[in-house]
């Protein structure tokens, strides 16, 4: 299938590893000129290096801090130089575990910065480009927590539920004018972040970090974790041109794992 992306512009967060960088390599390898930004600009070229050459040649690597807002403005100035960006992936990677009670003022706030606030900032200065154009796809990528909280965390499930309702309220602005604004929902997907979290709580269990894994796959209906190109493949289509009249969206990329219909 033709998603319709070659010359399109796309800009994706946190994409020196993970679901990031899986989303700028589905994006690249679909025709678009992807600009793939993140704190460690040098992991981000390490993996551009390994793509094949056509590949490659679409992909450039910029320096973002999401945690400080004068990085943020920076990168936004420097993409409207030269007409913005078609495609917006958000995408602020997770806070700390940790349980409600135990979270301080100063943190929630540090965390909604980073995960929320700044995101809504570098879209709102990149909005008015797609809008003139009249065409854009703004993705931001959250967590199940939105769907069913997790254990542990709370920050990424309280500041999640706030990214759910800008997007649903900015979604409903901008349809009319094409473009259209979605979330994807990761499930299990196995990323450093993954591994991090069954780290965490085989600690906290006593127990390994294999049984921990072992175990949070068997509760999963598709009986693993999922691939990052596997959710890599369905952000690539929101993206595209065949997606345009998905908008308002939760998606959810998790081999069944959340049972709420």
């Not at 070659?6 to 390599?25: N, P, W």
């Not at 473009?179 to 085989?202: E, K, M, Y």
């Not at 127990?207 to 509760?219: L, P, V, Y």
Request: include cysteine; charged fraction near 20%.
């Amino acid at each position: 299938m033709d998603l319709g992306l070659d010359g399109k512009r796309a800009l994706v967060l946190g994409a020196s590893r993970g679901l990031g960088a899986a989303c700028a390599k589905a994006l690249a390898r679909e025709g678009a000129t992807v600009i793939a930004a993140a704190r460690s600009i040098e992991d981000t070229k390490t993996w551009i290096a390994a793509e094949q050459a056509p590949v490659a040649a679409r992909l450039t690597a910029e320096k973002l801090d999401l945690s400080d807002r004068m990085s943020v403005g920076a990168l936004a100035d420097r993409l409207l130089q030269d007409a913005g960006v078609d495609i917006l992936v958000n995408n602020s990677g997770g806070p700390p575990p940790g349980a409600a009670a135990e979270i301080g003022l100063d943190m929630w706030q540090q965390q909604f910065a980073a995960m929320a606030g700044h995101v809504f900032h570098l879209t709102g200065r990149l909005l008015p480009a797609m809008l003139e154009r009249g065409w854009g796809r703004i993705i931001t990528i959250t967590s199940s927590g939105i769907e069913q909280p997790i254990p542990n965390l709370a920050l990424s499930n309280g500041l999640r539920m706030a990214v759910l309702g800008w997007s649903k309220t900015l979604a409903a602005e901008v349809a009319a004018k094409g473009v259209t604004v979605n979330l994807v929902l990761p499930g299990r997907i196995h990323t450093d972040r993954v591994d991090q979290l069954d780290g965490a709580a085989a600690a906290k269990q006593g127990m390994s970090r294999e049984e921990i894994a072992k175990a949070s796959q068997a509760a999963i209906p598709a009986g693993r974790y999922g691939r990052p190109e596997e959710f890599a493949d369905a952000v690539a289509f929101i993206a595209s041109t065949r997606a345009s009249y998905i908008t308002g969206i939760k998606l959810r990329v998790d081999g069944g794992m959340i049972r709420s219909v």
